[in-house]
């Protein structure tokens, strides 16, 4: 089993810029791609960024440019960098992880960008 632990967020100030952190423990050596998911009130939870074990990443169209995702793979984490935060970026983060293929998902952290 894998589990997922979040860290940051919080209350941040539009323009900001936290990073997320996201510590992985369990069976570990069974994941390929970690990432980061957001889900705002009212709507669908949506990719943020995503990266492999090799380093390759995707973002999520809202971020792109703003946002950097980086992993270490000697400690098992994932961190989402935020730059120049907006009010729209005000959702719930979670971090997900594939195990053996399967979705695992941390428990969320709240991030609320005020104007």
């Known amino acids: 089993q894998v589990q997922l632990v979040e860290s940051g967020g919080g209350l941040v100030q539009a323009g900001g810029s936290p990073r997320l952190s996201c510590a992985a423990s369990g069976s570990t050596f069974s994941i390929n791609a970690m990432g980061w998911y957001r889900q705002a009130p009212g709507k669908e939870r949506e990719l943020v960024a995503r990266i492999n074990r090799r380093g390759t990443t995707n973002y999520g169209d809202s971020v792109k440019g703003r946002f950097t995702i980086s992993r270490d793979n000697a400690k098992n984490t994932v961190f989402l960098q935020m730059n120049s935060l907006k009010p729209e970026d005000t959702a719930v983060y979670y971090c997900?992880?594939?195990?053996?293929?399967?979705?695992?998902w941390g428990q969320g952290t709240q991030v609320t960008v005020s104007s």
């Open positions: 997900n992880a594939d195990p053996w293929g399967r979705d695992v």
